[in-house]
Protein backbone atom coordinates (compact mmCIF):
# COMPACT_ATOMS: atom_id res chain seq x y z
CA UNK A 1 0.00 0.00 0.00
CA UNK A 2 1.17 3.48 -0.55
CA UNK A 3 2.29 6.18 1.99
CA UNK A 4 -1.26 8.17 3.47
CA UNK A 5 -1.81 11.41 1.38
CA UNK A 6 0.78 9.94 -1.28
CA UNK A 7 -1.79 7.89 -3.37
CA UNK A 8 -3.67 10.81 -4.68
CA UNK A 9 -0.62 12.61 -5.65
CA UNK A 10 1.61 10.09 -6.66
CA UNK A 11 -0.54 7.76 -8.52
CA UNK A 12 -1.89 10.71 -10.53
CA UNK A 13 1.81 10.93 -11.81
CA UNK A 14 2.13 7.71 -11.83
CA UNK A 15 -1.43 6.81 -14.13
CA UNK A 16 -0.13 9.85 -16.40
CA UNK A 17 2.75 8.48 -17.07
CA UNK A 18 1.53 5.01 -17.86
CA UNK A 19 -1.38 6.09 -20.01
CA UNK A 20 -0.02 8.45 -21.76
CA UNK A 21 1.43 7.99 -25.43
CA UNK A 22 5.51 7.49 -25.65
CA UNK A 23 7.33 10.31 -28.07
CA UNK A 24 10.19 10.09 -25.97
CA UNK A 25 10.25 7.27 -24.53
CA UNK A 26 13.62 7.43 -22.75
CA UNK A 27 12.16 10.39 -20.56
CA UNK A 28 9.50 8.97 -19.45
CA UNK A 29 10.62 5.67 -18.71
CA UNK A 30 12.74 6.93 -16.57
CA UNK A 31 10.03 8.83 -14.90
CA UNK A 32 8.12 6.15 -14.66
CA UNK A 33 10.27 3.63 -12.93
CA UNK A 34 11.51 6.95 -10.54
CA UNK A 35 7.58 7.21 -9.56
CA UNK A 36 7.21 3.21 -9.53
CA UNK A 37 9.91 3.19 -6.92
CA UNK A 38 8.77 6.09 -5.16
CA UNK A 39 5.41 4.90 -4.74
CA UNK A 40 5.82 1.44 -4.47
CA UNK A 41 9.33 0.06 -3.22
CA UNK A 42 8.87 0.43 0.41
CA UNK A 43 5.48 -1.53 0.61
CA UNK A 44 6.78 -4.43 -1.89
CA UNK A 45 10.10 -4.84 -0.04
CA UNK A 46 7.87 -5.36 3.14
CA UNK A 47 5.61 -7.66 1.64
CA UNK A 48 8.43 -9.74 -0.46
CA UNK A 49 10.93 -9.75 2.87
CA UNK A 50 7.60 -11.85 4.04
CA UNK A 51 8.02 -13.91 0.99
CA UNK A 52 11.40 -14.68 1.07
CA UNK A 53 12.12 -15.42 5.01
CA UNK A 54 13.35 -12.33 5.56
CA UNK A 55 16.26 -12.77 3.29
CA UNK A 56 16.97 -9.00 2.24
CA UNK A 57 19.23 -9.41 -0.82
CA UNK A 58 17.07 -11.92 -2.11
CA UNK A 59 13.93 -9.29 -1.29
CA UNK A 60 16.23 -6.60 -3.61
CA UNK A 61 16.27 -8.95 -6.26
CA UNK A 62 12.50 -9.46 -6.49
CA UNK A 63 11.65 -6.04 -6.14
CA UNK A 64 13.73 -5.01 -8.84
CA UNK A 65 13.02 -8.21 -11.35
CA UNK A 66 8.83 -6.88 -10.54
CA UNK A 67 9.74 -3.02 -11.36
CA UNK A 68 11.12 -4.30 -14.50
CA UNK A 69 8.22 -6.29 -15.46
CA UNK A 70 5.96 -2.97 -14.62
CA UNK A 71 7.94 -0.88 -16.71
CA UNK A 72 7.68 -3.79 -19.57
CA UNK A 73 3.83 -3.86 -18.88
CA UNK A 74 3.28 -0.07 -18.39
CA UNK A 75 1.51 0.09 -21.72
CA UNK A 76 -1.15 -2.87 -20.36
CA UNK A 77 -1.45 -2.01 -16.65
CA UNK A 78 -4.91 -0.75 -15.52
CA UNK A 79 -4.77 1.80 -12.83
CA UNK A 80 -7.89 2.62 -12.88
CA UNK A 81 -8.26 0.69 -9.48
CA UNK A 82 -6.23 3.40 -7.86
CA UNK A 83 -3.22 1.15 -6.65
CA UNK A 84 -0.74 -1.03 -8.96
CA UNK A 85 0.48 -2.99 -5.53
CA UNK A 86 -2.17 -5.78 -6.51
CA UNK A 87 -0.16 -6.63 -9.43
CA UNK A 88 2.98 -6.02 -8.46
CA UNK A 89 2.25 -8.52 -5.15
CA UNK A 90 1.02 -10.71 -7.66
CA UNK A 91 4.25 -10.74 -9.93
CA UNK A 92 6.24 -10.50 -7.26
CA UNK A 93 5.02 -13.66 -5.48
CA UNK A 94 5.26 -15.51 -8.71
CA UNK A 95 9.03 -14.81 -8.98
CA UNK A 96 9.48 -15.74 -5.22
CA UNK A 97 8.10 -19.50 -6.36
CA UNK A 98 9.85 -19.47 -9.48
CA UNK A 99 12.87 -18.95 -7.97
CA UNK A 100 12.04 -21.30 -5.35
CA UNK A 101 11.25 -24.14 -7.66
CA UNK A 102 14.17 -23.28 -9.59
CA UNK A 103 16.72 -23.79 -6.67
CA UNK A 104 14.92 -26.91 -5.68
CA UNK A 105 15.34 -28.67 -8.73
CA UNK A 106 18.79 -27.67 -9.00
CA UNK A 107 21.73 -29.63 -7.18
CA UNK A 108 23.23 -27.39 -4.20
CA UNK A 109 25.95 -25.13 -5.23
CA UNK A 110 29.64 -26.22 -3.46
CA UNK A 111 32.61 -23.33 -2.97
CA UNK A 112 35.96 -23.93 -4.08
CA UNK A 113 37.12 -25.08 -0.61
CA UNK A 114 35.18 -28.56 -0.88
CA UNK A 115 37.09 -29.06 -4.63
CA UNK A 116 40.23 -28.32 -2.43
CA UNK A 117 40.08 -30.40 -0.11
CA UNK A 118 39.41 -33.57 -2.10
CA UNK A 119 41.63 -36.17 -2.10
CA UNK A 120 43.34 -37.12 -5.78
CA UNK A 121 45.73 -39.73 -6.87
CA UNK A 122 48.87 -38.17 -7.38
CA UNK A 123 49.29 -39.28 -11.44
CA UNK A 124 53.29 -37.98 -11.09
CA UNK A 125 54.50 -40.11 -8.49
CA UNK A 126 53.24 -43.43 -10.46
CA UNK A 127 55.01 -41.88 -13.64
CA UNK A 128 58.16 -41.81 -11.64
CA UNK A 129 57.65 -44.90 -10.60
CA UNK A 130 57.54 -46.17 -13.99
CA UNK A 131 60.52 -44.62 -15.17
CA UNK A 132 62.74 -45.41 -12.64
CA UNK A 133 61.38 -49.51 -13.36
CA UNK A 134 62.43 -48.98 -16.93
CA UNK A 135 65.80 -47.74 -15.73
CA UNK A 136 66.61 -50.44 -13.51
CA UNK A 137 65.27 -52.86 -16.86
CA UNK A 138 67.49 -50.94 -19.26
CA UNK A 139 70.53 -51.23 -16.52
CA UNK A 140 69.79 -55.63 -16.68
CA UNK A 141 71.67 -57.68 -18.82
CA UNK A 142 69.89 -58.83 -21.89
CA UNK A 143 68.88 -62.30 -21.45
CA UNK A 144 67.68 -61.14 -17.70
CA UNK A 145 65.71 -58.03 -19.62
CA UNK A 146 64.38 -61.07 -22.18
CA UNK A 147 63.34 -63.36 -19.22
CA UNK A 148 61.28 -60.63 -17.47
CA UNK A 149 59.81 -58.91 -20.20
CA UNK A 150 57.66 -62.63 -21.42
CA UNK A 151 57.18 -63.78 -18.41
CA UNK A 152 56.20 -60.67 -16.23
CA UNK A 153 55.53 -57.71 -18.59
CA UNK A 154 53.79 -60.59 -21.12
CA UNK A 155 52.25 -62.90 -18.51
CA UNK A 156 53.76 -65.92 -20.39
CA UNK A 157 54.27 -68.52 -18.23
CA UNK A 158 58.01 -70.45 -17.83
CA UNK A 159 56.97 -72.72 -20.74
CA UNK A 160 55.68 -70.37 -23.04
CA UNK A 161 58.64 -68.41 -22.53
CA UNK A 162 60.69 -71.08 -22.52
CA UNK A 163 59.48 -71.87 -25.92
CA UNK A 164 59.30 -68.18 -27.27
CA UNK A 165 62.90 -67.67 -26.66
CA UNK A 166 64.46 -71.20 -27.77
CA UNK A 167 65.65 -72.23 -24.21
CA UNK A 168 64.85 -74.88 -21.68
CA UNK A 169 62.30 -74.07 -18.83
CA UNK A 170 65.01 -74.90 -15.97
CA UNK A 171 67.43 -72.05 -17.83
CA UNK A 172 63.97 -70.09 -18.15
CA UNK A 173 63.60 -70.32 -13.98
CA UNK A 174 67.13 -69.69 -13.65
CA UNK A 175 67.20 -66.70 -15.40
CA UNK A 176 63.85 -65.20 -13.56
CA UNK A 177 65.23 -65.81 -9.94
CA UNK A 178 68.30 -64.22 -10.81
CA UNK A 179 66.72 -61.39 -13.12
CA UNK A 180 64.11 -60.36 -9.94
CA UNK A 181 67.41 -60.45 -7.64
CA UNK A 182 69.14 -58.14 -9.96
CA UNK A 183 66.34 -55.58 -10.66
CA UNK A 184 65.65 -55.42 -6.59
CA UNK A 185 68.80 -54.29 -6.22
CA UNK A 186 69.23 -51.74 -9.35
CA UNK A 187 65.84 -50.50 -7.61
CA UNK A 188 67.09 -50.14 -4.26
CA UNK A 189 70.04 -47.96 -6.02
CA UNK A 190 67.28 -45.97 -7.32
CA UNK A 191 65.77 -45.78 -4.16
CA UNK A 192 62.52 -47.71 -4.59
CA UNK A 193 61.68 -50.08 -2.11
CA UNK A 194 59.61 -52.69 -2.48
Not at 108 to 118: A, F, M, R, S
Not at 161 to 185: D, F, H, M, N, Q
Request: avoid cysteine.
Amino acid sequence: MAAPGAAGRTTGGLRSLIRRPRPTPEADDERLIDELYREYHRPLLAFVLRQTGGDRQWAEDVVQETMIRAWRSADRLDTRGGSLMPWLATVARRIVIDHRRYRDVRPPEVGDGVLENLPMADEVEGLLRKVVVAEALNALSAPHREVLTETVLRDRTVNQAAEVLGIPVGTVKSRVYYALRALRVALEERGVTA
